[in-house]
């Protein structure tokens, strides 16, 4: 078994590349910890769909508000310069390519960039949310995820199998093993961990790994 | 001008079997209970008004508000893009038993296509849901070399609506994140009925801070210190 990142590891990772001074939108669950990494010293402005920009972290407990809360239901603060709009506003900041990142889970990407987030198919309660305008507007779509199933089977897909959120969405995707950037409808590996050879990598990754230049060892700290 | 209503069992009381229903809020926040449960009480004493559409950002938290209406066997459709929650059994079970209908939408066209309704502007084209099953059976067309969606307008015959102040010619303001979907439900409506937690006299509401301009506004009554659906929720729970 190949050694890989933690969650909390691969949300620094992702956190890392988030420019000072940009507008994020942070899906639900898993994607919410990457603010938790943000670099000292660059500001990022957090949106939640339900109609906020600016918040902060959450509230101790016993003292939250329910009506300030984030997407995930979750109460949140308030940062200096916050402001709240109405739902066609928030989402108009979303396709209005307004958002410069937006960060999401997925069961599966495609490498020409279709994502697949939103159903394991027939036999629950389907429940779409705010994921698949999300993944249209904000200038990158990243994707956090483990590089494989919990029974070891590729989520790097030549074509998705699930239904999909959106075609042709991703930008990015930091793996629990690797980055790699979709462009051309092509997965173009960025960087991997210095553990596991690109071998092993591609044989964990259905859809081929393109390699353009350098391949970077993919360096997370302890977090 | 008289939008005050003395009560919110008055404020309710021509809501029909069957009416399209908006109600503002999303998960606890800006949940209108005391309307939603002057309606449940109306349908449990007398039957009426049953075999409603109900259009909201989810379908029910627990036993209370929307929960309240699938639970009390009032509701045959609910228009939303996420309809789980902590607690989502009142909907789960009857939508899982065939007896409750769903029309999922994402969140962003479901807000825009209610902006449409109340904009009189009968359709529109979104990239939201291109190449998806959700965009299955509507017209697509190009636009500048990238795809889209046809949705259309989404109106309804009320919206239930919760706003902290209320002036007496229906000029609302609201609190925090409780806005969302409310300011774009008030326009959709036939009949958008309001409570607030204070009515104050016109002019009281600085021009510059109107959220939704009373011209949107047909019933408003006051309902002091309002049930919190997520407060209610977890007083429960304890």
Known sequence: MTAKLTNAQIAWRAAQDIPDGAYVNLGIGFPEMVAKFKPKGRQVIYHTENGILDFGEAPPAGEEDWDLINAGKKAVTLNPGASFFHHADSFAMVRGSHLDVAILGAYEVAENGDLANWSTGPGSVPAVGGAMDLVHGAKRVCVITDHTTKDGRPKLLKECRLPLTGVGCVTTVYTSLAVVDIVNARFVLREKLATISLDELQALTEATLVVEGTVKDLVVPEV | ?238
């Open chain 2, 1 to 238: 001008m008289n939008k005050i209503s003395p009560s919110v069992e008055d404020a309710v009381s021509d809501i029909r079997d069957g009416m399209v229903v908006m109600i503002g809020g999303f998960g606890g926040a800006g949940a209108p209970i005391e309307l939603i449960h002057a309606l449940v009480e109306r349908y449990k004493k007398t039957g009426s008004p049953g075999r409603l559409t109900v259009v909201n950002n989810n379908a029910g938290n627990g036993a209370v508000g929307i929960a309240a209406m699938i639970y009390a066997g009032m509701v045959a459709k609910m228009v939303c893009s996420f309809p789980r929650s902590s607690d989502p059994k009142a909907f789960t079970e009857r939508y899982l038993a065939g007896e409750i209908e769903l029309e999922l939408v994402p969140q962003g066209t479901l807000a825009e296509r209610i902006r449409a309704g109340g904009a009189g502007i009968p359709a529109f084209y979104t990239p939201t849901s291109f190449g998806t099953l959700v965009a299955e059976g509507k017209p697509v067309a190009e636009f500048d070399g990238r795809k889209y969606v046809q949705e259309r307008w989404l109106k309804a015959d009320v919206a239930l609506i919760k706003a902290e102040l209320a002036d007496k010619k229906g000029n609302l303001t609201y609190h925090k994140a409780a806005r969302n979907f409310s300011p774009l439900m008030a326009t959709a409506a036939a009949v958008t009925i309001v409570q607030a937690s204070r009515i104050t006299e016109p002019g009281e509401i600085d021009p510059e801070h109107v959220v939704t301009p009373g011209i949107f506004v047909n019933r408003i009554v006051e309902v002091v210190d309002p049930k919190q659906e997520e407060a209610l929720l977890r007083e429960v729970t304890k």
